[in-house]
């Protein structure tokens, strides 16, 4: 689970940093500086999911937590129980819809080439066949 953790916090740090490239630096014409950050941000990417940052935490006084506690507890038990949402199906749900559109849309292109092909006139060659679309 960690390794899908890294994954997605990867593809999440490529998506901002494209989309600052795409706001800021693709109508320059610095075509070594864009490429250059273009992979470097491919290799930050990579490395920023590693990093872990360490936070300090100061206990809480016994009085305060009790208190606290007593409070919470008095919060929870009069606010009603509400369902959950499962994010990790609702996100294998959009991921296979996904799989499932873009394998129709591949399949439709292909129907098409195919539906081409079959309406051209073939012209054997030596090595190949020339197809002659109807429409030039």
Request: glycine share 4%; hydrophobic share 50%; with cysteine.
């Amino acid at each position: 689970m960690d390794t899908l953790l890294y994954f997605t916090k990867v593809n999440l740090y490529w998506v901002l940093l494209y989309g600052i490239y795409w706001l800021m630096l693709r109508r320059h014409t610095f075509f070594k500086l864009n490429r250059l950050y273009l992979l470097g941000t491919l290799v930050i990417s990579l490395a920023l999911p590693a990093i872990q940052v360490n936070t300090t935490v100061t206990e809480i006084p016994e009085v305060v937590s009790a208190t606290t506690q007593n409070v919470a507890t008095l919060l929870v038990d009069s606010t009603p129980q509400t369902d959950s949402v499962d994010w990790g199906f609702m996100l294998k749900v959009i991921y296979i819809g996904s799989v499932v559109y873009m394998l129709l849309r591949l399949l439709k292109g292909i129907y098409h080439i195919a539906f081409l092909i079959k309406k051209g006139e073939f012209i054997p060659c030596e090595n190949y066949t020339l197809i002659l679309l109807p429409n030039n």
